[in-house]
C-alpha cells in the first residue's frame, strides 16, 4: 500500500487559516503514506501531472486529496487516476476548506489534521471497484391497490412500463372502495 498526500493551498483559501507545514508533516508521519505534495492549486495541471507521475512511477497506489469540496473536483481528480492507470476509486478527499479553513479561525489546523487522518485511514481500505453494465428490465412494481397505487400504476403504463400492480386484499380500490 503506497497512499500519496496531496495538500491544496487554494490559493489562500485554505493556507490562510490551515498550517499547511504541520499538515504536511503530519501527512508524512501517518501509516501507509509515501508521498506527501503541497501545491497553491492542486486542481492545476502542473498539480495533475505531479499526481499522474507518482502514480506511474510506481510511488502511488491510492491517493488522498485534501482540498475543497468533493462536488467542485471529485471527477476530475477521479479522471487523473484513471489517466495514471489506476482505478478512479482508489481516491478519497478529505474537504480542509469548506470544512476547516472557511470556518475556523483557530483550531483549523487540528480539525484539518482530523478530516486528513481519517481519509488516510479509509484510504488503506480502499480497493478497485470494478464497473459492471447490467440490463434493466422495463417494468415496474406498484404495492398497493388504492387510488394512488391504480393512478400511479396507470401513468407508468402509459410511459411503457410493463406494470405489476399487488394488493393484499382480494379486490382494488383501497379506502375507495369501503365508501
Known amino acids: 500500500m503506497k ?5 491544496c493551498h487554494c490559493g489562500e483559501n485554505i493556507s490562510s487559516n490551515v ?5 504536511v508533516e503530519f501527512a508524512k508521519s501517518s501509516e501507509g503514506v509515501s508521498v506527501v505534495r503541497d501545491h497553491l492549486f492542486m486542481c492545476s495541471e502542473i498539480a495533475q501531472e505531479m499526481i499522474r ?11 488522498v486529496i485534501a482540498a475543497c469540496s468533493p462536488k ?3 471527477k476530475f481528480f477521479r479522471a ?14 478529505a474537504n480542509i476548506r469548506e470544512q476547516c479553513s472557511w470556518v475556523h479561525e483557530k483550531n483549523a489546523t487540528e480539525k484539518a489534521k482530523s ?4 481519509s488516510i485511514a479509509k484510504a488503506r481500505k480502499l480497493q478497485p471497484l470494478e464497473e459492471l453494465c447490467l440490463d434493466v428490465n422495463d ?4 404495492i398497493g391497490g388504492g387510488v394512488a397505487g391504480i393512478t400511479a400504476a396507470i401513468e407508468l403504463s402509459k410511459m411503457g412500463f410493463k406494470v405489476y400492480l399487488v394488493e393484499k386484499e382480494p379486490s382494488i380500490g383501497g379506502k375507495d372502495d369501503e365508501v
Request: hydrophobic share 45%; aromatic share 4%; net charge negative.
Open 115 to 118: 478530516l486528513l487522518a481519517s
Open 72 to 74: 467542485n473536483h471529485e
Open 3 to 7: 497512499i500519496g498526500v496531496y495538500v
Open 80 to 93: 487523473t487516476l484513471e489517466k495514471a492507470g489506476i482505478s478512479k476509486y482508489m481516491l478519497e478527499i
Open 19 to 23: 498550517d499547511i507545514d504541520e499538515l
Open 53 to 63: 507521475d507518482d502514480i506511474k512511477s510506481g510511488k502511488v497506489d491510492r491517493v
Open 139 to 142: 417494468s415496474a412494481l406498484v
